[in-house]
């Protein structure tokens, strides 16, 4: 509807304004474009090819995506079976990726969301003892059986998940953005890190990122972690960890970041737990890239800024304040930045390299990982 209107609204401001140029006035008589066709006849015409020409649109963009999913869904049930794991084994997938099998077919979500969906015979939970029925989320850490004379899909409804699996399986892969492999690259070039969870190479994507995960990142982006690791200075702040104390205390000292305030003991906190937002990384971000700084104390439009600058696509803005931001989330805008031009003109990645944070083969390797493409 708001396609519709706006672009109503330019066809009758336009054609208004020619009527008046030409001859102020008009009426049924005039050979002019007079005001009431304008609002009556003109009015009900445009509005009704509009609708046609927005509805083709929007039907065609449908259309489009129902295609795409429906080929995944052929392909994966086409290559059924294909591939056996005699022995439980962890893989880690993306949006919309695929995981079918037939009967004796287990799977265990271990992190993410994960879906099942069959058009006929049984998928069990034999974690709660019950069956499940299609196109219903299956709980973590649960172990899903495929029954006898069933052929099931397992679908990654989240940005990425984790899943064990053991059977007669096939893979169909989606073309959404390969998070998990954004963070493999970033961890060849010693840039993200696990939290040794044991998880999926423990990245643990799924999870929401601190503040002090989204401080390291932005002092390892900034190249400055070997500076950061050899600090000696001391911080003011009561709920720090030893594993993040130098980095805190770099950050302070540098005036990165003064913490989130203090309690009625005058006790100064850094939030080290409390949950970073998209808005606070993509600060961070614009800081690593010369684009901002700690002088910018309001940062609410700090998306809007990183869309201006070229460090974010309108479409990844979008993404981002239509999701929650995870550690997936991390990666990705890490691993783009480091394509991105700094204020000073040569992209961040030549930055590092220069810094001696990770070498020019190191990055080409690291790129030729992600396969995917950036959200528009």
């Known amino acids: 509807m708001k396609k519709r209107t706006f672009l109503l609204a330019l066809v009758l401001t336009a054609l208004v304004f020619v009527g008046y140029a030409v001859a102020a006035g008009g009426d049924a008589s005039d050979p002019l474009i007079s005001l009431d066709f304008l609002n ?15 509805t083709k649109a929007d039907a065609g963009a449908l259309d489009d995506a129902k295609s795409r999913w429906n080929a995944a869904v052929a392909a994966a049930e086409a290559a059924v079976g294909s591939d056996y794991a005699a022995v439980f084994t962890e893989a880690r997938v993306k949006q919309d990726d695929i995981l079918s099998g037939v009967t004796g077919l287990q799977v265990i979500p271990l992190a993410g969301e ?33 029954a006898e004379d069933t052929t099931a899909l397992f679908t990654c409804t989240s940005k990425t998940a984790v899943l064990s699996y053991c059977g007669s399986y096939h893979f169909a892969l989606s073309d959404k953005p390969d998070r998990n492999a954004m963070a493999e690259a970033l961890q060849s070039l010693s840039l993200f890190r696990g ?21 390291v990142m932005l002092i390892r982006m900034l190249g400055e972690e070997k500076a950061a690791l050899a600090c000696t200075v001391s911080h003011p702040f009561i709920d720090v960890p030893d594993w ?3 980095y805190v205390a770099y950050a302070y000292e540098r005036g990165y970041s003064n913490g989130v305030g203090t309690d009625s003991l005058g006790y100064s906190y850094f ?13 961070f971000m614009l800081r690593a890239l010369g684009y901002s700084s700690t002088a910018t104390t309001n940062i609410s439009d700090a998306l809007d800024r990183a869309v201006a600058a070229g460090v974010l696509t309108a479409g990844e803005r979008t993404a981002l304040r239509s999701s929650d931001f995870l550690r997936a989330d ?12 700094t204020s000073g003109g ?15 083969a190191g990055y080409r390797a690291a790129q030729a990982l992600v396969k995917t493409a950036r959200i528009a």
Not at 119 to 145: F, K, M, Q, Y
Not at 196 to 214: C, D, F, M, V, W
Not at 271 to 283: C, D
Not at 330 to 341: E, H, I, K, T
């Open 244 to 246: 993040c104390a130098p």
């Open 195 to 215: 939290t040794g969870s044991g998880i999926g190479s423990g990245y643990e994507l799924e999870k929401a990122p601190t503040r002090a995960e989204a401080l």
């Open 330 to 341: 991390v990666a990705y805008l890490s691993y783009y930045a480091l394509s991105v031009r």
């Open 271 to 283: 939030g080290t737990q409390q949950t970073a937002s998209a808005v606070m990384y993509v600060e």
């Open 114 to 146: 994960l879906t099942v969906s069959f058009s006929a015979g049984t998928v069990v939970d034999v974690t709660d003892g019950r069956e499940l029925t299609s196109g219903s989320a299956i709980p973590i850490n649960h172990r899903c059986l495929v």
């Open 346 to 360: 040569a992209a961040l990645s030549r930055k590092l390299i220069d810094a001696g944070v990770f070498t020019d």
């Open 40 to 54: 009556g006849t003109f009015r009900r015409q445009a509005e009704k090819r509009i609708d046609e020409a927005v």
